[in-house]
Each structure stands twice: as C-alpha cells, then as structure tokens.
C-alpha cells in the first residue's frame, strides 16, 4: 500500500508572502500525484495533478506542485498567497502500475493553511 | 449541472441505530467512494465500488455496508456496529484512470 506524508500540519503565513507545502509519499514504480483543498464544511476540489510527462505541474488558483522522483516528493507552491487561499490542504497518491487497483487514493493527513492580513 | 449529491448535509444518529448516507452522481461515472474524516487524520478509505453490483472493502470497512444496485447511486450505511461513527462522510467518483470528483459530505453525530 502507498502512503502519503504531510510534514507540516498546520502552515500559517501573510497575505502576499510566497508558500510551500510539502508531501512525501512512498516509494513506488510508478504514481499518480494529486493535491486537492477543503473549505470548511465542504467537499474537497481537485487543485492540480500529476500522471505523468512534465514533472511542473500547474493547477487552478495559481498553485503548482513539481514531482520529484527521486525524492518521492510533490510539494504545492504559491508565489504569493491570497487571504482567501486559507484552506485545508491534502496531497494524495495513487498506484500507476499494474498491481494497484486503479483509483485507489491515499491520502496524506492535510495541512491547515491560514493567509494573515 | 453534473456533480455529486449527498444528502443529508447533517445527520444525527441515536445509539444502537442504523443510519444510511446517500450518494448520488450524473456524470456517468463507473468508480464510486466512500471516505471518513476526522480532525487530523486525512480521508480513510471506507469501501469502493469499480462497476455496478461490486464493491470492495477499503482500511476501515467494519462496522459499515454498502451497496450498488444503479450506476448512479451508491448509499452508505453506518450500522450499530460502528463504535465510533461521529465523523464527516465524504463521498467521490471517477472516471477510469482520472481524479476523483467529491460532494460536499455528510456530517454524523451521535445524540
């Protein structure tokens, strides 16, 4: 089974300052990699995706995430946060190869962004 | 629209009652799934159905049943047996081999 890393919980910073929030996930031969964002109260939104070719990523809302292999890595970025970005965040992973059960999400444990005037 | 409709947005359940959360989807989606979320613990797997009249169990399947008799819809029941049913309840679908679309989840409590 995969599993899906957040290293921060909770990540506070100010209106207009740039942002990363980073996912490890475990070692597989190959993987699907997605982030999604929750407001309070509501379903999550798929924010971008990775299934493969270029390992930049960009999604809605400004947000981009890069993949990395080698470092099993897909962390989110945001040059510069808006107040209304203030969300949850949850990487996810999914099995490419043809032992996984195709869409089956792993999730990672969120992380709580909050953007301060 | 299409989209994903769950119902009720708020549920309240009393001890030792079966409950079912509803799940409906028009986009003619093939994959359906059941997830629970608690405060810092992510979304854990509760079951999955790939096609219509199949489903498997997902990491935390006891103390819940499902079934899927339509393409469309795929009900949640959360039985006596779960010991610890208080939870939000979000339910998602997917086309082959792309992302999964979500409602906008059920909320359980315990009276």
């Known amino acids: 089974a995969q599993s899906v890393t957040q290293l921060d919980s909770q990540v506070p910073v100010f209106e207009e300052a740039p942002v990363e929030l980073r996912c490890n996930y475990s070692?597989?031969?190959?993987?699907?990699l997605f982030w999604y964002v929750q407001y309070p109260n509501q379903g999550l939104q798929l924010l971008l995706k990775?299934?493969?070719?270029?390992?930049l990523v960009k999604g809605i809302n400004g947000f981009e995430a890069e993949f990395n292999k080698s470092q099993t890595s897909f962390h989110l970025r945001k040059p510069s946060v808006h107040i209304s970005d203030t969300a949850e965040y949850f990487c996810a992973v999914s099995g490419a190869d043809r032992g996984s059960t195709l869409g089956r999400l792993y999730f990672g444990r969120g992380t709580q962004l909050t953007v301060w005037p | 629209d299409g989209g994903i409709t769950q119902s009720p947005k708020y549920l309240f359940r009393k001890e030792g009652q079966n409950v079912t959360l509803s799940c409906e989807q028009n986009l003619n989606h093939d994959a359906m799934y059941w997830y629970r979320q608690d405060p810092g613990q992510g979304l854990r797997l509760i079951y999955y159905?790939?096609?219509?009249?199949?489903?498997q169990k997902g990491d935390i399947a006891e103390g819940y049943s499902v079934s899927r008799e339509k393409k469309e819809s795929f009900p949640l029941t959360v039985t006596s047996a779960q010991k610890n049913p208080t939870a939000f309840y979000l339910c998602?679908?997917?086309?082959?081999?792309?992302?999964?679309?979500f409602g906008d989840g059920t909320r359980l409590s315990i009276l």
């Open positions: 990775y299934l493969s070719g270029s390992t």
């Open positions: 998602a679908s997917s086309p082959a081999n792309q992302p999964q679309h």
């Open positions: 070692s597989s031969v190959s993987v699907y």
């Open positions: 159905s790939q096609i219509v009249n199949d489903f």
